[in-house]
């Protein structure tokens, strides 16, 4: 803390003595067809600086004067994009990668527009339920931590799940589970460290840095047809090309991780690199004993690293290889017991992109996943610690995907894909025997299975003011033949210049983990598949929207959903209130029917103001319910029950010093929901056995208090010549809250006692960036870890 204050009192005495400029370039293409566009226009506004594309569509500005931008880029037969408060620093050139898209009048007719919605999804077959998130966003949002799915937390009908420590988010009211994760348009395992079980979607910290990120879609709600096997939302992510051009290198060093990237140029024809890696510093920590922490004999790890080869060509297209992977680990011990888990996810994949003849292009991309999770327990038996568990699963999957894009005429286009998956599954598990005193082998598994998908989805627009989509998916789950055809369809008409209106239907499904299907569990003397026949969960999505701008920077979003789920997994037990929609993640040995149903209905609001005139805000309020039908036959409200959620956030940068080229940043949130329902405790009962008795019959019947906090950020950004520095602490829980999460009955104390949220949460951020180097100093609370 006194570092942190240190460093701004020396630069509080910098003085800039020479003009600062930077460069602003990038390309420009059709985003139907993936063509370069030549002689298109761009502005940079309230300034008389524009130039045109040239034959490659590309574009240059050079010595542009640091601060904030906005630019059009215009051309006759396209719709105009405006992009807005582009900032431009002293040490890393502005980089810009512009799709536009044709317009669907004649040239006779075209009165040029700029985009409707700011926020509007990357993938323009979305009519509802979805906006486009950039890096500025995730690292701009307080208690955001440069996470996807932290800053999603603070978008309409987006809850957290409950706890703090993690990013998991409910979606409408659904199981966390029902969330798909995407990366480079193929699906991947879930990206985050120390996550909770198989079929869990969160962590508690991303493997995937936003630094890391191009801007992604976010998907709350009936999905256009291409996205399958998901049920609450999607994250479509994409990585970040390299520069080019230019060199550039990363240093962060921090309690939360050690961290360094990398990117540049391969040659000269555009090809470039990017590496990023961390490595947790908080271990490193431990292991040199700088720091004693006191953790309960708690002590986590992790690692990770993503990357991106970018090569295009003149003729063959253009080829990507990526990858992302982690490991974490973490360790519990005390006088009579070691327990330990490592767990992990790895993917690698090659994309291709391909234009053909002008009309339309083929976009594929191969990737092998692995996702693994190693339990291993000691237990002190004759004054040794001794093996009594050990657990080995992996999960390997190669998927291939390949769709192709055409455009008709400047009204029509459809996408046609297929999705080709190999699902693996290892478990080896293997337990204590107390009478022989050694560790046996319970179970040793190897098994695979496949995932067929196709789907054809189709776009028409009515002249510029209505558009329609209309598509289908099927799946065909081969271990057990289970199909699903899923139509779906979308709809939006702007009435008016200033507003819209829009619908979607869809129907959609969500596989459980394959080791649900795959898991043998004795019987007798034999293994059997209990869950093998399991079908899909399935849904219908209803959802109906409307939109309204006041100006070019403030906007009014409105949408109601109605979300019915059937064949839902349930425990065959006739008197069961088991359902997967309670479920989070993890291996259950339940015997699972598909005789379940479920019920997510809502109304949700959003105003916004775009960062413009530096400052932002974002009002949202959700009102639902959410609730279940088990194996029982009667209706009971889910966990994910809340009732309500909002959020306030907002925040405005400060222009300082004689130049004006320098910022103080101010960013703040509250986020409030209703409380999670759950079982209550028995207490008569629990006193009677002094240990857990619920009362089952009032089941989710009970809710916690209010879960609210307040998140407050503060960062001072001084531009050098070639260098940026940036200093900034983020605060979550900043009023230290104590937010109930779980009630549970004490045996010590014979009485019902509480779990709690995290307490306040200090970051503090160093940034030093230039053009050869960028070294990033944070210095976290180590309150987040005891």
């Known amino acids: 803390m006194r570092l942190f204050f240190f460093v701004v009192f020396l630069l509080s005495f910098y003085r800039i003595n020479a003009q600062l400029t930077q460069t602003i370039r990038g390309k420009i293409i059709d985003k139907e067809t993936q063509s370069p566009l030549p002689g298109v226009s761009i502005v940079i506004q309230n300034t008389k600086q524009g130039t045109q594309t040239d034959l490659d569509g590309t574009f240059r500005f050079s010595n542009i004067k640091l601060g904030k931008y906005s630019l059009s880029a215009s051309m006759i037969g396209y719709n105009t994009v405006n992009l807005p408060n582009i900032e431009i620093g002293s040490a890393k050139e502005v980089v810009l990668n512009i799709e536009m898209t044709e317009t669907p009048q004649s040239l006779k007719e075209v009165i040029v527009k700029a985009e409707f919605s700011k926020e509007k999804p990357i993938n323009d077959l979305v009519m509802v339920s979805g906006r486009q998130f950039s890096v500025q966003e995730s690292n701009r949002y307080a208690g955001g931590y440069g996470d996807a799915a932290r800053m999603a937390m603070s978008f309409a009908g987006v809850t957290s799940a409950g706890n703090d420590q993690n990013n998991e988010i409910v979606i409408r009211g659904n199981s966390p589970k029902g969330l798909l994760w995407r990366l480079e ?135 990507v290889l990526f990858g992302v992977g982690g490991k974490s680990f973490a360790s519990d011990q005390d006088q009579n017991s070691i327990d330990r888990e490592d767990n992990g996810m790895g993917v690698v994949g090659l994309s291709h992109k391909v234009s053909v003849n002008s009309k339309g292009y083929f976009y594929s991309v191969l990737a092998v996943s692995r996702e693994f999770s190693i339990q291993k327990s000691q237990d002190l038996i004759n004054q040794k610690f001794t093996d009594t568990y050990i657990g080995d699963y992996k999960q390997t999957n190669i998927r291939f995907s390949s769709y192709y894009n055409h455009k008709f005429n400047n009204r029509s286009s459809l996408r046609i894909g297929l999705i080709a998956s190999q699902l693996g599954y290892y478990f080896n598990d293997n337990r204590y025997d107390n009478t022989r005193r050694i560790l046996v082998n319970f179970l040793n598994e190897d098994d695979k299975t496949y995932f067929i998908q196709n789907y054809a989805q189709w776009k028409y627009n009515f002249g510029t003011k209505l558009s329609l989509t209309a598509g289908v998916h099927y799946n065909n789950f081969r271990l057990n033949n289970n199909q699903t055809v899923e139509p779906r369809a979308g709809i939006r008409w702007q009435f008016a210049q200033n507003q819209a209106l829009s619908a979607g239907f869809g129907f959609h499904s969500r596989l459980e983990p394959t080791s649900m299907y795959l898991f043998k569990r004795r019987q007798g003397q034999n293994f059997v598949q209990p869950n093998r026949n ?253």
Not at 232 to 250: I, M
Not at 606 to 620: C, H, I, V, W
């Open 185 to 319: 348009g193929v699906e991947i395992p879930n990206p985050n460290h120390f996550a909770d079980g198989e079929g869990s979607t969160s962590g508690i910290i991303s493997m995937i840095n936003s630094a890391s990120l191009a801007n992604s879609d976010f998907l709350t709600g009936a999905f256009p047809a291409e996205y399958g096997n998901a049920m609450s939302g999607v994250f479509d992510l994409r990585l970040r090309k390299g520069n080019d051009q230019k060199h550039e290198q990363t240093i962060q060093i921090g309690v939360i991780g050690l961290e360094a990237s990398t990117e540049g140029p391969i040659n000269k024809k555009g090809a470039s690199y990017r590496l990023n890696a961390r490595y947790s510093t908080l271990d490193v920590l431990f292991k040199t004993g700088l720091v004693n922490i006191e953790t309960g004999g708690f002590e986590p790890e992790y690692r990770d690293m993503n990357f991106s080869i970018n090569v295009p060509t003149k003729k063959a297209g253009t080829f």
């Open 534 to 786: 399991l079908g899909m969960t399935r849904a219908k999505h209803f959802v109906v929207g409307y939109d309204r701008s006041f100006g070019q920077n403030i906007r009014l979003k409105i949408e109601g959903y109605y979300q019915w789920l059937y064949d839902v997994p349930v425990d065959s037990n006739r008197t069961s209130i088991f359902t997967m929609l309670n479920s989070s993640g993890g291996l259950t040995n339940t015997v699972l029917r598909n005789d379940g149903f479920g019920e997510n209905q809502g109304l949700e609001l959003t105003l916004e103001k775009y960062f413009s005139n530096n400052y932002y805000f974002m009002a949202t309020g959700s009102l639902f319910k959410s609730r279940y039908r088990a194996k029982d036959g009667k209706w009971r409200n889910t966990v994910f029950d809340n009732g309500f959620a909002m959020n306030l956030l907002g925040g405005k940068d400060f222009a300082v010093g004689k130049s004006r080229v320098h910022w103080l940043v101010l960013n703040g949130r509250l986020m409030w929901r209703g409380g999670n329902k759950f079982i209550p405790i028995n207490l008569a009962e629990s006193l009677k056995r002094n240990s857990t008795v619920q009362d089952v019959s009032r089941a989710y019947e009970a809710q916690l208090p209010d879960y609210w906090r307040i998140d407050l950020g503060i960062g001072y950004r001084i531009n050098k010549k070639r260098a940026t520095w940036t200093l900034s602490g983020d605060f979550q829980n900043v009023t230290n809250r104590q937010n109930i999460i779980r009630e549970f009955y004490s045996s010590t104390l014979r009485r019902i006692a509480y779990s709690y949220a995290l307490p306040i949460i200090p970051i503090f951020l160093i940034i030093i960036y230039t053009a050869s180097c960028l070294l990033t100093i944070d210095f976290q609370g180590f309150l987040f870890f005891i």
